[in-house]
C-alpha cells in the first residue's frame, strides 16, 4: 500500500490540526494503520494506532485526551485530528500502515510509510 500524508502547518499552542493519510492500492480497509511523529534529533515515537475495524484504537500517553485518530476505508483515508496542540507536539508525522496488529509502538513493526507532514506548534 502507497500512502500519501498532507494536512500538516503551523499553529499556535492550544490550537487544533487534523492530519489525512490516504491510501492507495489493494484491500487498504484490511490493513492496521498508525501514525508515528520524529522531532529534530529524537527518535520516531508512536503516536496512535488504529485497527482494519476501528474497534482497537491505541494512543501514546503523551497525546491521550487530545488526539483522536479515524479511519473512513470508503475513502482509503486515515485522520489524526490533534486538539489542545503543545509546542512539544512539533514533529515531523509519519503515517504508516502494516498487515499485522502487533507491537504497534515499534517502527520497526510497520511495513509501509508515507513521507512525512510537518506540525509546528508555538507558545
Known amino acids: 500500500v502507497q500512502l500519501q500524508a498532507s494536512g500538516g502547518g503551523s499553529v499556535q499552542a492550544g490550537g487544533s490540526l487534523r492530519l489525512s493519510c490516504a491510501g492507495s492500492?489493494?484491500?487498504?480497509?484490511?490493513?492496521?494503520m498508525g501514525w508515528f511523529r520524529q522531532a529534530p534529533g529524537k527518535e520516531r515515537e508512536f503516536v496512535a494506532s488504529?485497527?482494519?475495524?476501528?474497534?482497537?484504537?491505541d494512543y501514546a500517553d503523551s497525546v491521550k485526551g487530545r488526539f483522536t485518530t479515524s479511519r473512513d476505508n470508503a475513502k482509503n483515508t486515515l485522520y489524526l485530528q490533534m486538539n489542545s496542540l503543545k509546542p512539544e507536539d512539533t514533529a515531523v508525522y509519519y503515517c504508516?500502515?502494516?498487515?499485522?496488529?502487533?507491537?504497534?509502538?515499534?517502527?520497526?513493526?510497520?511495513?509501509?510509510w508515507g513521507q512525512g507532514t510537518q506540525v509546528t506548534v508555538s507558545s
Open positions: 504508516a500502515a502494516d498487515t499485522q496488529y502487533a507491537n504497534t509502538h515499534s517502527p520497526s513493526s510497520w511495513g509501509s
Open positions: 492500492g489493494r484491500s487498504f480497509s484490511r490493513y492496521t
Open positions: 488504529i485497527e482494519w475495524t476501528s474497534i482497537n484504537i
